[in-house]
């Protein structure tokens, strides 16, 4: 990110402080996305968070033009990133039955650590043989859209269940008969 904010013309001092945003959006995004979990449907406001990571991503690469603009994307990308994958947690603890939701959600933080190791390679990779910091952006912005659309597909999934049945997939102890 700092190398990006610098070849749109920033100095270094100023690239470490736009990408700071990144973080600073990321608990402004974690308090939010969990506020408005409590509010709306949950699927679909983390979805919605993911959405917009993925479009700030996107627009972080047409941004080398239009420096002004690049700390706003660069915020916006930590409220959707941040936001969403905090709270996919609490979304993975609300889904699975209370016998087996300590093994959901690690596996759930477990593939997500595969994603943390192999994404830098796939992105110095992509760096490498593409087109540049706007085609590895789309690439991500492509990325971050398949929980996205994951979400709102077990959404959608959950409202074809029977109500009572829906009601006991949360939070339901399946020992218990």
Do not use: C
């Amino acid at each position: 990110m700092p190398t990006l904010v610098q070849e749109a013309g920033a100095s270094l001092r100023q690239a470490t402080m736009a990408t700071s945003l990144l973080s600073l959006g990321g608990i402004v995004g974690a308090f939010g996305v969990g506020w408005l979990m409590d509010r709306f449907e949950r699927n679909s406001v983390v979805a919605l968070a993911f959405v917009l990571g993925g479009v700030s991503v996107w627009m972080i690469g047409r941004q080398t033009a239009h420096p002004v603009l690049l700390p706003l994307f660069i915020f916006l990308a930590g409220v959707g990133l941040n936001g969403a994958i905090f709270s996919m947690g609490a979304l993975a603890a609300m889904f699975y039955p209370t016998s087996g939701r300590s093994a959901g959600v690690a596996w759930m933080y477990g593939v997500g650590r595969i994603g943390g190791i192999l994404g830098p390679i796939a992105g110095g990779m992509l760096l490498r043989t593409s087109g540049g910091a706007g085609m590895f952006f789309t690439v991500v912005m492509a990325a971050v859209m398949v929980p996205a659309v994951a979400l709102w597909i077990k959404r959608r999934a959950a409202t074809k269940v029977p109500a009572d049945d829906n009601e006991g997939l949360i939070g339901r102890d399946v020992t218990a008969g």
